[in-house]
């Protein structure tokens, strides 16, 4: 397990995801608040999570194809994704975004 900082939370806005060169890559997300870490790499293709569209809901949707996947489980809501993107814990620690990555 490894420890990686994000970003203060400060500059990661609600509604804006930032992507972690772990290893696997993983995308860390803010919604009204509340931050996930998710696999960066969709279940699908060759897409960057990081790069989807986020929703108040709590999901993302992927760039490429479009698949919806939720922030709090990683489970794929949509077609054509059928397999969940794996999740991460996150910590704020001191105003400091962290995730542990397995
Ligand atoms: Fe994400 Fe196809 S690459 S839905």
């Not at 995801?17 to 995308?27: C, D, G, L």
């Not at 809901?57 to 994704?81: I, M, N, W, Y």
């Amino acid at each position: 397990m490894t420890k990686f900082h994000v970003c203060a939370a400060a500059d990661l806005p609600s509604g804006e995801a930032k992507r972690i060169e772990s290893e696997p890559a993983v995308s860390v997300f803010h919604v009204g608040g509340e931050y996930f870490a998710l696999a960066d790499l969709c279940t699908h293709g060759d897409a960057s999570m990081a790069d989807g569209y986020i929703e108040d809901d709590c999901t993302v949707e992927c760039p490429l194809h479009a698949a919806r996947f939720c922030l709090r489980t990683g489970k794929a809501l949509s077609q054509p994704a059928y397999i969940d993107l794996a999740t991460y814990p996150v910590s704020i620690e001191d105003g400091e975004i962290y995730v542990t990555v397995e």
